[in-house]
């Protein structure tokens, strides 16, 4: 299984993004899905995914106003859609999977650099 | 929400060194920990889950420790391609928070 992530892009502060990771190898279904964001030179930071025990989406309640993920189950698709830019969300998202143990993302896209500027 | 705080930040050793890396997670996360390596400009690679359990592929000299609130990942002798910042998570209870990462650079 592969995650294949969109490209980069700049954005003006109070506008929104949307990245996509495609899933290949395996369906969009059988698998749980995250998001994991990485700002310059700053750690890693969760911001939300599928539960696969319970079979809902949830979201660090930091990002819980502005983030919205969907899915394409005809192409295998995820999106990540975050509003309301600001400098501070210029970073790095990533997809990841939890694939062998729940919790634990063994599985990552390349990443999609956000650039949040005036 | 879970703080996980790692030490050193910054760790210089050279290749042979026996090098380990702490971790402490604000409450107790059982074992419900993993470590992560990553190179610039790469995604995160998991190395180790449920504290001591070694992901499949990679290397022996790699190992994790720990319970409750205090970790260790130690990698027995530093090889050349492990020079990388190391990253802890927990995955005990949501959100699912790292630590702030550790960089092992050449002494």
């Known amino acids: 299984v592969h995650l294949i992530q969109s490209g980069a892009e700049v954005k003006k502060p109070g506008a929104s993004v949307t990245v996509s990771c495609k899933v290949t190898g395996y369906t969009l279904t059988e698998v749980s899905l995250h998001w994991v964001r990485q700002a310059p030179t700053k750690g890693l930071e969760w911001m939300g995914g599928l539960d696969a025990d319970e079979g809902e989406t949830v979201y660090a309640q930091k990002f819980q106003d502005r983030v919205t993920t969907s899915e394409d189950t005809s192409t295998d698709t995820a999106y990540m859609h975050l509003s309301s830019l600001r400098s501070e969300d210029t970073a790095v998202y990533y997809c990841a999977l939890n694939w062998g143990v729940p919790g634990v993302f063994d599985i990552w896209g390349q990443g999609t650099t956000v650039t949040v500027s005036s | 929400d879970i703080q996980m705080t790692q030490s050193p930040s910054t760790l210089s050793a050279s290749v042979g060194d026996r090098v380990t890396i702490t971790c402490r997670a604000s409450q107790s996360i059982s074992n419900w920990l993993a470590w992560y390596q990553q190179k610039p400009g790469k995604a995160p690679k998991v190395l180790i889950y449920r504290a001591s359990s070694l992901e499949s592929g990679v290397p022996s000299r790699f190992s994790g420790g720990g319970s409750g609130t205090e970790f260790t990942l130690t990698i027995s002798s530093l090889q050349p391609d492990d020079f990388a910042t190391y990253s802890c998570?927990?995955?005990?209870?949501?959100?699912?928070?790292f630590g702030q990462g550790t960089k092992v650079d050449i002494k």
């Open positions: 998570q927990q995955y005990n209870s949501y959100p699912w928070t």
